[in-house]
């Protein structure tokens, strides 16, 4: 079979066969995955839930993965990531919740423009963020804001097997109002007696950040805290927190404080944290010399030690980029020549000619960079 596609891409060359197929529909493909947004539900105000309809290639996930996903917006085509919020299985649809960030690009675009029938670019399920086979017995979800995505499929693929062990999930959320697929939480926590879903408003009034009236599951008589995370938090929700695997993924705030008390009980292997954005070290102020050369456009800048991708934007060029932390490789582009620090790593590498991830690398003194 793959031979015969490889024999009719050779007659469509120089466009792929997909080029040609999409024209009868778009999800019409041989290699290209593409997804149909079947259903769009706008449930909270600032975040929008996606169904979507993938073709044939798609594989499934595993709860806790992300998936890129393609958009054309004014005839540019941009890759964001998304964690699937549907449990694994073999379900062949997707569910994205999608928050709309205030000044975002890809997710204005979908919150206000996604429409059923809409066909987005898709790729395969991927990260190392993912409930372990076989599953622990003791599991503690956290999350914070739009980093309900991952630890949600986390929690519906437990609900989905009628996990015996115990189960916690502990959300931070601005608002009730804001907080998606509250009535699936609401049903998970009254069909399963050992799953607890504990929900916290932290910016409210210190003695309403416990409660919430319309919650079955809150128990108002618990002590009031200041709504944040911290040990005595974590004691009272999950005392058996040492012998669970915890996953969290939410705001820095947030993925900081739970490092620092894991760090502190030596229980970083039972840690596993997905994060939305990087938070990269300082710049290096040695590092921060030279000039930087945007060799195709013929742009050169200043070298402030920021990573490629900010100096180029600051640049005011508008290199392509996914997820600005080094997963997605939207952002490969060839370093011609001079030295670049991987920002994730710290380390150097000055072979010329090489690709580089613009996000994630910067510039140590002079550098040319072919964008
Ligand atoms: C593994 C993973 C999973 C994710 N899962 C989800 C999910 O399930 N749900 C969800 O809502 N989000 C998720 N995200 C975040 C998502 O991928 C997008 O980052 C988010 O939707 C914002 O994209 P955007 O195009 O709207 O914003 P963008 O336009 O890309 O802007 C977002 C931020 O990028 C920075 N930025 C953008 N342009 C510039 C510039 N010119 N100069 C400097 N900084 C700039 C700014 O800090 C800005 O606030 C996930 C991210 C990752 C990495
Ligand atoms: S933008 Fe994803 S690797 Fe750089």
């Known amino acids: 079979m793959m031979d015969l596609i490889d024999l009719v891409q050779t007659l469509t060359s120089p466009h792929p066969l997909d080029r040609y197929l999409e024209l009868v529909r778009p999800t019409l493909t041989v290699r290209d995955m593409r997804a149909e947004i079947t259903n769009v539900h706008r449930s909270t105000p600032g ?46 649809r997707i569910q994205l919740t999608v928050k709309a960030h205030p000044d975002g690009l890809v997710s204005q675009y979908l919150y206000h423009h996604a429409a059923p029938g809409m066909v987005v670019d898709l790729t395969p399920a991927d990260g190392v963020f993912r409930l372990p086979e076989p599953r622990p017995e003791r599991v503690l979800l956290i999350s914070g804001g739009s980093g309900i995505t991952p ?26 109002a804001v907080l998606p697929h509250r009535a699936e939480l609401d049903a998970i926590a009254q069909r399963h007696p050992n799953f607890r879903i504990e929900l916290r408003y932290p910016h409210r009034a210190p003695d309403t950040a416990r409660v919430d009236p319309d919650a079955p599951w809150v128990d108002l008589n618990q002590p009031k805290s200041n709504g944040y995370f911290d040990y005595d938090e974590l004691e009272r929700v999950a005392p058996w927190f040492a012998d669970a695997q915890t996953y969290v993924c939410g705001p820095q705030s947030l993925m900081d404080a739970v ?16 994060e939305f954005t990087l ?30 991708l900010e100096q180029a934007e600051s640049a005011g060029l508008s290199p392509e980029y996914g ?38 690398s910067a510039p140590v003194g002079d550098v040319a960079v072919d964008i």
């Open 47 to 92: 975040s929008v839930t996606l169904t979507l309809r993938p073709t044939r290639q798609w594989k499934g996930h595993v709860a806790g993965q992300f998936v890129q996903i393609g958009v054309v917006i004014d005839g540019v085509r941009h890759t964001r990531c998304y964690s699937p919020v549907n449990p694994s299985g073999r379900d062949r």
């Open 151 to 176: 630890v949600l499929s986390m929690l519906r693929t437990l609900a989905a097997e009628d996990h015996a062990g115990e189960v916690v999930f502990l959300h931070y959320a601005k608002s009730p």
């Open 259 to 274: 490092r620092t008390i894991y760090q502190a009980e030596q229980l970083e292997d039972r840690l596993h944290t997905e």
């Open 279 to 308: 938070s990269l070290a300082p710049v290096d102020a040695a590092d921060a010399q030279g000039t930087v050369n945007f060799s195709a456009s013929g742009v050169s800048a200043q070298n402030n030690g920021a990573s490629l």
């Open 323 to 360: 997820c600005r932390m080094g997963i997605c490789f939207s952002c490969t582009a060839v370093r011609r020549s001079g030295c670049t620090r991987n920002l994730r790593t710290g380390e150097t590498d000055s072979d010329p000619d090489q690709p580089i991830q613009l996000c994630i």
